[in-house]
Each structure stands twice: as C-alpha cells, then as structure tokens.
C-alpha cells in the first residue's frame, strides 16, 4: 500500500520563506503533487512534479526526487494568507488505473 | 460559471435517513471522484469513475452507492446513515495527468 508522511504542523513569520517535507512509499509511482486548503474550503491544486527536480509557480516551488521519494513545497515571501492546509499527494497505478492518494496534511500558520 | 458544483453545501440528517449529494463537472474532465475527508482532515478516497465506468472502489460501506449517468456527472446516496458518516465529502474531477479540481464540498452531520 501507499504511506505519506508530512510534518502536522509548521509555524513561519511572514515575509520568510518555508519548506514541508514529504516522503512516500509506494509501488507504480508516477508523481507527486501539491495541495492548499484553507479551513472551510475546498483543496486547490498547487503543482505536480512527474519528474526529478524543481517546479516553480510564482512564490510557490516543488521539488522531486524519485530516488529518495522524498519530496517539498517551498513556499517563498510569505503572506498572512498563505496559512492553511497543505497536501501531499501521490499518483500512482493501483488496479490498472491512476490513483492520487493524498498526505495527512500540514497546518501552516503564518504570524506577523 | 462554476468547474465542479456539488449540492447541497451542508446536510443535516437523523441517523437512518437516506441521503444523496449531486456533483457536476463543466471541465470535460473523463474521470470524476468522491473524496471523504473526516475532522482530522485526512482526505480519503471513496470512489473514482472514468467515462461513466467505476474505476476505484475503496473499502466503502455498501451504503453507498455512486451513479455517473453521464461523464459530466457523478452522484452519491448513502442508506441508513449512521454517526460516523458526519464528515465533509469532495468530488473532484481530473484529466489526466492534471492536478484534480474539487467542488467546495458536502458538509454532512449526522444527528
């Protein structure tokens, strides 16, 4: 079966910059992606990294090391609306088709 | 102009009842999901249809029941509901290998 694991909680000062780890154990890997959810809302996709290295959107990176599977979400200039709920998430083949099973989660809170 | 639409936005039930919860995608996505996602947040897989077909069964109650009448549409009724069902339940859509994109959720309590 598949296992994630994440930090539950992070605590960053605005204007800083912080990375959530997350490793991973499965078999059929294809990749791993980013999620953000803020309380009462939905989860938004962030980023999606199939291969090794570094994706970046804006003040939000990812990165992948499928060696390692070993993976995280750097997230640059931190703003008071960035605190919220952030998922890991893994594709990988299950049964002949693509499933993405997500992270327990990581709360970051953002203080002035 | 909504991508994933789900009704109703919460659900206040006796434990018993029979309850359903509708979900509509305008993305033209081909595959659709319900996600169950408890006080702890952790986002379970339920279901997962592709093109109308069910592609993923996780250990789910047979109390509920998905239907896809079409690839645009993907619903869930739930029989006898019970205590443990209370929770907030995502359908997301996706086409692969794009990230999903999830309704704003079905808050049920269930009393």
């Known amino acids: 079966g598949q296992s994630l694991e994440q930090p539950s909680e992070v605590t960053a000062v605005e204007g800083a910059i912080v990375q959530i780890n997350c490793t991973y154990q499965?078999?059929?890997?294809?990749?791993l992606s980013w999620y953000q959810q803020h309380d009462g809302g939905a989860p938004t996709f962030l980023s999606y990294?199939?291969?090794?290295g570094l994706e970046e959107t804006g003040r939000f990176s990812s990165f992948l090391s499928r060696s390692d599977s070993y993976g995280y979400l750097l997230l640059q200039e931190l703003q008071m609306k960035d605190s919220a709920s952030y998922f890991c998430?893994?594709?990988?083949?299950?049964?002949?088709?693509?499933?993405?099973?997500f992270g327990t989660g990581t709360k970051l809170q953002v203080i002035p | 102009d909504t991508a994933v639409s789900q009704t109703p936005k919460y659900l206040v039930t006796q434990m018993g009842n029979d309850k359903s919860i509708k979900c509509e995608q305008n993305?033209?996505?081909?595959?659709m999901y319900w996600y169950k996602q408890d006080s702890k947040k952790f986002l379970k897989i339920m279901f997962s249809?592709?093109?109308?077909?069910?592609?993923i069964n996780e250990t789910v109650p047979n109390r509920f029941s998905p239907k896809s009448p079409d690839k645009a549409h993907l619903n869930l009724h739930i029989n006898s509901l019970e205590l443990g069902d209370s929770a907030v339940y995502f359908c997301?859509?996706?086409?692969?290998?794009?990230?999903?994109?999830f309704g704003s959720g079905t808050r049920l309590t269930v009393v």
């Open positions: 997301a859509s996706s086409q692969a290998p794009g990230g999903y994109t």
């Open positions: 499965t078999s059929g890997f294809y990749g």
């Open positions: 990294n199939g291969l090794d």
């Open positions: 998430a893994v594709r990988d083949r299950s049964g002949g088709y693509q499933k993405v099973t």
């Open positions: 993305l033209g996505h081909d595959t």
């Open positions: 249809y592709n093109n109308k077909e069910l592609i």
